[in-house]
């Protein structure tokens, strides 16, 4: 069963230029693997919820099965944001780049993008109010400023924090999507 949350940037560990068959441009991949400080997150929330879990079952056993259900829905909701959390990122396809937030997922297709580039600014430092400066990669769209995006990718996200060479491989990745779809 392929888990979709990690998949990595295998064109880059490739020795052949052979297309796998398993290489369709019309499915949504992630262009770089998850940042241990996100797959770390998720699995002490898991963790957590496994004793939610624990808990629910041994309040239903001693008879309160209403407060049960309540700690088994709040075990339930702690596991979505946990696989939410995975799920966030950016994803590409032959459609368009998707942006996954926790609340809200953004997709521009290819004839909106006007360009993808990699710029220094400061940036939120893991998605605080504070800024550092680092680099991040914007995606200007046709029908707005360029003042107006929020950036794609930075070097201060829990997926790159530390790993300077993977932002550079997802970026090249990302702008590489978007040279073969003609747009960028």
């Known amino acids: 069963m392929p888990l979709p949350f ?10 052949d230029d052979v297309a796998l068959p398993h ?19 998720a699995a002490l929330w898991l963790l957590f919820a496994s004793y939610v879990l624990f808990a629910a ?5 001693t008879g309160s099965a209403s407060s049960a259900g309540i700690i088994f829905a709040i075990a339930l ?15 590409v396809s032959a459609h368009g780049v998707r942006q996954v937030g926790p609340l809200v997922t953004r997709t521009v297709p290819w004839g909106q993008v006007a360009g993808v580039r990699t710029v220094q600014q400061p940036v939120r430092w893991l998605g605080l109010p504070r800024t550092v400066q680092g680099q991040a990669l914007l995606l200007a ?5 360029a003042d107006d995006s929020a950036p ?4 201060h996200t829990m997926d790159f924090l530390g790993r300077l060479s993977a ?5 090249d990745a990302l702008e590489a999507w978007a040279a073969e779809s003609g747009r960028g």
Not at 23 to 41: F, K
Not at 57 to 61: G, P, R, T, Y
Not at 167 to 171: E, G, I, M, N, P
Request: aromatic share 8%; glycine share 4%; proline share 5%.
């Open 152 to 155: 794609l990718l930075t070097t």
């Open 167 to 171: 932002f550079d491989r997802a970026t």
């Open 23 to 41: 290489d369709d441009h019309s499915r949504w991949r992630r262009p770089y693997r998850p940042g241990p400080l996100r797959v770390g997150v």
């Open 77 to 91: 909701a702690v596991i979505a944001c946990a696989l939410r959390l995975l799920r966030m990122g950016i994803w």
């Open 57 to 61: 079952v041994l309040i239903a056993l």
């Open 6 to 15: 990690l998949t990595a940037d295998h064109t880059f560990e490739q020795t």
């Open 141 to 145: 769209r046709r029908d707005r400023t």
